[in-house]
């Protein structure tokens, strides 16, 4: 398994990216692309020897020329967990330039979350390869599938509580297919978390482009969004621990409902934040990650949140105003705003400890610098591409940072995609002093 959903394999010395098969099957393959010298790619039609890892594709709509939004319907959740950690592995090892292993236990079948790789003593010092493991997050919350007797709440289903859908000419909602601007009508969307299901059960949008969801399972509120949009879209409030945030299905939160207390456990557990210490919070969303270290730092401490779309600056503003201590910045992170974040100069502020947690292209060589800089004791990276994780683990280094701990949650079951939550911490060495 690749990054991007699909499967190497050789013909005739030339690489095929191939979807729809599984690792070490035999497969009849119909080229879809032999655009390039190269490689080409495929689609598995005939699958002639299996994996023993290959079930049937829970979904309907799943399959070659059918719908996109999925890439691994046909694997088991422990085989699509494993190939998620070689992914991951493999972009530590090729981008980050680190000794990166897929763990070989890892295997998880439960919904237990299991040990996170690394985290050795206080001191930071990572021995050995990094471990990589993907954990199981349970679906959980009001509406889950989870909720219902005898229900499952690991299938890999009924998990997405955020949905933009487009619309077919007779006004069905659908998802694109792979690679295409084709829509495939998904009027039943097996990962469509039960209140989404619900929200655009039996309806048809004739005449509009794009149909946007937004449910939340801890409230059981639902917002529709219908695009071109006749009115402003309505919000939802999703409560966090003890915290509620409001936002709009335009504004971004996190799709799986375990997500924002299972990356706020794991954010808070890598830095550790400590009374009166000023922290950032990078590409900061509704205020997810500022409102817990906020809380952490207390009416002492000092947050610094930024964030560049005005409805989640505006959404992070109403969720947080009880938390005089974050300040809430409406602008783009790029090097020159992260060096200026604190102050620059002999007024310059201290930062200790930092949470970034990009779009998919990552933050890139400059704006790690310019984070770096700072000399924060702690930085919680959480990446949903490893590819982008592991060359900004590698501008990490280069600024004299090493990672300490990772940990990787399947936050998108059926799909390719993945969540990391990586620690960064100052370089540290052994040494015998001699003198
Ligand atoms: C993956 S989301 C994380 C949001 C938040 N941490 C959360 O978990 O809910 C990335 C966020 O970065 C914002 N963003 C993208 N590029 C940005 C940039 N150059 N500067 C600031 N924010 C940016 C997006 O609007 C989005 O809210």
Redesign the pocket.
């Known amino acids: 398994m690749a990054h991007g959903g699909f499967c190497v394999a050789r013909a005739g010395g030339r690489v095929v990216f191939v979807r729809h098969a599984l690792p070490g099957e035999r497969v009849r393959a119909r080229v879809t692309d032999d655009s390039h010298d190269r490689y080409w790619r495929a689609d598995a039609v005939d699958i002639l020897v299996p994996s023993p890892q290959r079930v049937a594709a829970p979904c309907p709509h799943a399959g070659p020329g059918a719908c996109g939004g999925c890439d691994w319907q046909h694997a088991d959740l422990a085989a699509q967990r494993r190939g998620k950690a070689e992914v991951i592995a493999e972009a530590l090892r090729r981008f980050g330039g680190l000794d990166a292993v897929a763990d070989p236990e890892a295997h998880p079948v439960s919904v237990a979350p299991a040990a996170p790789a690394g985290r050795q003593g206080e001191s930071g010092a990572r021995r050995g390869p990094v471990r990589v493991v993907v954990e199981a997050v349970p679906v959980g919350g009001r509406g889950s599938r989870g909720d219902r007797p005898g229900g499952d709440g690991d299938d890999g289903l009924g998990w997405r509580t955020r949905m933009r859908f487009a619309v077919t000419a007779q006004g069905e909602i659908g998802l694109r297919a792979s690679r295409s601007h084709a829509v495939v009508a998904v009027p039943d969307c097996r990962i469509a978390h039960p209140l989404v299901a619900g929200a655009l059960a039996g309806r048809r949008f004739p005449g509009a482009e794009a149909v946007e969801v937004a449910a939340s399972p801890s409230t059981g509120q639902v917002a529709v969004a219908v695009y071109p949009a006749a009115a402003a879209p309505g919000e939802v409030v999703e409560t966090v621990g003890e915290r509620r945030f409001q936002l709009g299905p335009d504004v971004?939160?996190?799709v799986h409902p375990g997500a924002p207390e299972v990356?706020v456990a794991a954010v808070r557990d890598a830095l550790r934040p400590r009374a009166g210490e000023t922290a950032l919070?990078l590409?900061?969303?509704?205020g997810?990650?500022a409102a817990f270290l906020a809380v952490d730092v207390g009416p002492g401490g000092r947050v610094v949140a930024?964030?560049?779309?005005v409805a989640?600056v505006a959404a992070a503003a109403r969720s947080l105003a009880d938390l005089p201590q974050v300040s809430l910045r409406s602008?783009?992170?790029?090097p020159a705003t992260v060096r200026g974040v604190v102050g620059s100069g002999s007024t310059a502020g201290r930062v200790d400890t930092a949470v970034l947690?990009?779009?998919r292209t990552g933050a890139g060589p400059a704006v790690m610098a310019a984070l770096l800089a700072h000399h924060p004791r702690a930085v919680a990276y959480?990446a949903?591409d490893p590819v982008a994780l592991g060359r900004d683990l590698a501008a990490a280094s280069a600024a004299g940072y090493e990672l300490v701990s990772l940990r990787a949650f399947d936050l998108f079951p059926m799909t390719t995609h993945v969540e990391c939550v990586a620690l960064l911490e100052p370089h540290v060495i052994e040494l015998i002093v001699t003198r």
């Open positions: 971004f939160w996190q990356l919070d590409y900061s969303g509704a997810l990650f930024m964030e560049s779309d989640a602008l783009r992170v790029t947690d990009p779009p959480v949903c």
